[in-house]
């Protein structure tokens, strides 16, 4: 089974951390490594997951947490989280977004039956 990465990218995320970490802990793909990055957020984001990863962390062949002392913006803080990712490959998520159970799986199921894929991305549900 393939590693997946999935990188979440936080900055004053707070309001949707959980749901979006929760997310990934429902996936029905198992081999998932967990990178959280954040870029310097000045609200409660960093603590909910640490406190978040100190529960759940286990679920994941890997998980890390990656602070920045000063903000990078959106690309700085994806590069961080994919300079850390050791998988084959990489799917990234905010931190006020959420998969649904399924998505890994369905995605690793299109690349298996589709071996030229490099690139893949799903759809996107607005649900708010």
Known sequence: MD???????????????????????????????????????????????????????????????????????????ANRGLRAATGKWVKFIGGDDALLPDCLTYNMEFVFSSPQTRVLFSRINNYR
């Open 3 to 77: 590693l997946v990465s999935v990188i979440a990218v936080t900055y004053n995320s707070s309001g949707f951390i959980l749901e979006t970490l929760n997310s990934i802990y429902n996936q029905t793909w198992k081999a998932i490594e967990l990178i959280i990055t954040d870029d310097n957020s000045y609200d409660s984001t960093v603590e909910i997951c640490r406190g978040w990863l100190a529960k759940n962390g286990d679920r994941f062949i890997r998980s890390e947490l990656l602070l920045s002392k000063v903000n990078t913006g959106v690309t700085g803080n």
